[in-house]
């Protein structure tokens, strides 16, 4: 039986929530590599934290645990696609600005559409086709991607590595969104949920054992953030798990650019990033682009 819908507006304004807490997530990730521990240590804690959590929720819910062949061959395909998620994007957010980090990574509702499209599935709603690359545009703004001087070859150079990580994330979360919608819909998003953190969590811990790459953090900071990001990106993950296939992805995954506009503001709070004319300006183009898909009807 298929999850039932939500209302338009409240599935628009649980999407943008969602993405700040996506972003806070990557915020606290940030703190803790400046504060001792790597990509491996983050990546572990927080996909183990988060399978640990759902499991308890499951288990107080009385949801079965039960699947079949078919749906964990699935299940494990998308595990195996959020693994490398994580580590491409927590790789680029270890490199270069957090937001920055996030504009790049968050073109994928541009890759889901053209994914889905092509394999014959759901196709972009005009709406969203025009919406999507004036986001962008703003992002590109707000994140002021080509410099104070303008020196496109000179910051590609400064942050080139950090951009082709989190392309990675980019075009490995949508796959793994649109394999988990179009297969695994029917699926308890709590479910899904739990499956594919324990699959990120068993890569993440054998990988790391496997090659001694584990590195705490080093003092009590670097530990709050990462308890902290465990248990942001666990809320986050677990609710888009349960949301999106009540909304439909093709036409919704775009909302989530307003991740990198939460993480401006809370850089500028909590990491004393400023944030100039400009680049505010970019921030309402994209609110006001995300405000347009959602005025749609579905």
């Known amino acids: 039986m298929s999850a039932p819908p939500i209302p338009r507006w409240a599935g628009v304004a649980l999407m943008m929530l969602i993405a700040t807490i996506f972003g806070s997530n990557h915020i606290a990730a940030r703190i803790a590599f400046d504060h001792?521990?790597?990509?491996?240590?983050?990546?572990?804690?927080?996909?183990?934290?988060?399978?640990?959590?759902?499991?308890?929720?499951?288990?107080?819910?009385?949801?079965?645990?039960?699947?079949?062949?078919?749906?964990?061959?699935?299940?494990?395909?998308?595990?195996?696609?959020?693994s490398v998620q994580s580590y491409c994007l927590y790789s680029a957010v270890a490199v270069i600005p957090v937001a920055l980090a996030l504009l790049a990574f968050n073109t994928h509702p541009m890759t889901l559409s053209l994914l889905s499209w092509a394999s014959g599935g759901e196709r972009p709603a005009p709406r969203v086709l025009a919406a999507m690359p004036v986001a962008l545009a703003g992002l590109a703004l707000a994140l002021d991607v080509w410099g104070r001087s303008g020196d496109v070859a000179g910051r590609w150079a400064e942050i080139g590595v950090g951009v082709l990580w989190a392309t990675g994330a980019s075009l490995s979360f949508a796959t793994a969104m649109m394999l988990s919608t179009n297969t695994l819909g029917a699926m308890?998003?709590?479910?899904?949920?739990?499956?594919?953190?324990?699959?990120?969590?068993?890569?993440?811990?054998?990988?790391?054992?496997?090659?001694?790459?584990?590195?705490?953090?080093?003092?009590?900071?670097?530990?709050?953030?990462?308890?902290?990001?465990?248990?942001?990106?666990?809320?986050?993950?677990?609710?888009?798990?349960?949301?999106?296939?009540?909304?439909?992805?093709?036409?919704?995954?775009?909302?989530?650019?307003?991740?990198?506009?939460?993480?401006?503001?809370?850089?500028?709070?909590?990491?004393?990033?400023?944030?100039?004319?400009?680049?505010?300006?970019?921030?309402?183009?994209?609110i006001g682009a995300i405000a347009w898909i959602g005025s749609a009807r579905k």
């Open 188 to 286: 308890d998003g709590r479910l899904r949920s739990f499956l594919t953190m324990s699959v990120v969590a068993v890569l993440a811990i054998a990988g790391g054992a496997a090659t001694g790459s584990f590195v705490l953090p080093a003092d009590r900071i670097g530990w709050i953030a990462l308890a902290l990001l465990t248990v942001f990106y666990g809320t986050a993950i677990t609710s888009l798990f349960v949301v999106l296939p009540k909304l439909g992805a093709v036409n919704n995954m775009a909302i989530l650019n307003f991740e990198p506009i939460a993480v401006l503001g809370a850089a500028w709070l909590v990491l004393e990033q400023s944030v100039r004319p400009l680049q505010v300006l970019g921030a309402f183009i994209v």
């Open 36 to 82: 001792g521990t790597n990509v491996t240590t983050a990546v572990a804690f927080r996909s183990t934290g988060t399978a640990i959590f759902v499991l308890a929720l499951l288990l107080t819910s009385g949801v079965s645990l039960k699947i079949g062949k078919r749906a964990f061959g699935r299940t494990l395909a998308v595990g195996l696609l959020l």
